[in-house]
């Protein structure tokens, strides 16, 4: 197993909810003070969409906020991804790491589709 693991994923219909979670081993020097949650779409580049900070600020890109809250539990070692109202657009693999490199070796993702 990796050092980070996603799941969480699924099929959901439009306007429906998912929550991904993002596990960090135990057995690495990750650090998930600063951690970020990316998405990647068939032919398109990976985005990152949310990311939250060591004091819980949280960023989002347009297009999620208000619909998805990332929030992090430091003694499960895991980042959360809540989405609700989703919309088809939001089809992806979701992927979690640093927001901004160098990155740790990334996840195997977790794939969300919306079907309208």
């Known amino acids: 197993q990796g050092q980070i693991v996603e799941s969480g994923g699924g099929l959901v219909q439009a306007g429906g909810s998912l929550r991904l979670s993002c596990e960090v081993s135990?057995?690495?020097?990750?650090?998930?003070?600063?951690f970020g949650w990316f998405r990647q779409a068939p032919g398109e580049q990976r985005n990152l969409v949310a990311s939250?900070?060591?004091?819980?600020?949280?960023i989002y890109t347009d297009s999620v906020k208000g619909r998805f809250t990332i929030s992090r539990d430091y003694a499960k070692r895991t980042i959360y991804l809540q989405m609700n109202s989703l919309k088809p657009e939001d089809t992806a693999v979701y992927y979690c790491?640093?927001?901004?490199?160098?990155?740790?070796?990334w996840g195997q993702g977790t794939q969300v589709t919306v079907s309208s």
């Open positions: 939250i900070g060591r004091v819980g600020y949280t």
């Open positions: 790491n640093k927001p901004s490199g160098p990155y740790f070796d």
């Open positions: 135990r057995d690495t020097f990750v650090d998930i003070s600063t």
